[in-house]
């Protein structure tokens, strides 16, 4: 019966989109955390509340960032990358779907990302990066290009302290291989 197959695949692609979550790794090589909390709007491309990889998601957002304040510049992630200002909205909460809350930290798209800090100044000009809620495919994908990406990459690097041993990040400890 076609619902029963429906309801099949639904079902599925729900097991395989949280195992893809529960697998994926922050800037660090360790378990990816959420980057929305109780009492923030949820964010996440998919709205896990973490900055997963979706391979519809072509913005890649892999950066989770506090929104909540303004750049060094005065204006806000929106107003510097040139947005509608929906950092200053409220949407559906991390902990409760049918409760508004303020966006805070968000899962932005890393290629936003990069205009961003060539707008607003620089590294230092940003506001909070949460590094144990980066998911390392934006690190992975800016060694791609180091050249192109060299800014970001630099940011990510200063701001979540990481190490290199060779082309490898490790967190002091242990290197992991970078894809």
């Given amino acids: 019966d076609f619902t029963k197959l429906a309801n099949l695949i639904v079902l599925a692609g729900a097991f395989i989109h949280n195992a893809t979550a529960d697998d994926a790794k922050n800037v660090y090589g360790n378990p ?42 005065g204006e806000d992630f929106c107003q510097v990358t040139g947005q509608p200002d929906w950092c200053a909205d409220t949407m559906p909460c991390h902990e409760d779907e049918h409760t508004e809350c303020p966006v805070e930290n968000w899962c932005v798209c890393q290629w936003a ?22 998911n390392i495919k934006a690190v992975e994908a800016y060694k791609e290009d180091k050249e192109k990406h060299a800014d970001a990459l630099a940011c990510l690097t200063e701001r979540c302290n990481l190490k290199w041993e060779g082309d490898d990040v490790t967190d002091g400890k242990v290197a992991m291989k970078m894809a």
């Fill in 113 to 134: 990302f990069e205009g961003y800090l060539a707008s607003a100044g620089g590294c230092d000009a940003v506001q909070e990066i949460e590094c144990e809620s980066v």
């Fill in 32 to 73: 990816l955390q959420p980057c929305s909390q109780d009492g923030m709007a949820k964010t996440g491309f998919d709205r896990s509340g973490k900055c997963v990889d979706e391979a519809n998601d072509t913005g890649s957002h892999h950066i989770c960032m506090n929104l909540s304040s303004a750049s060094s510049n």
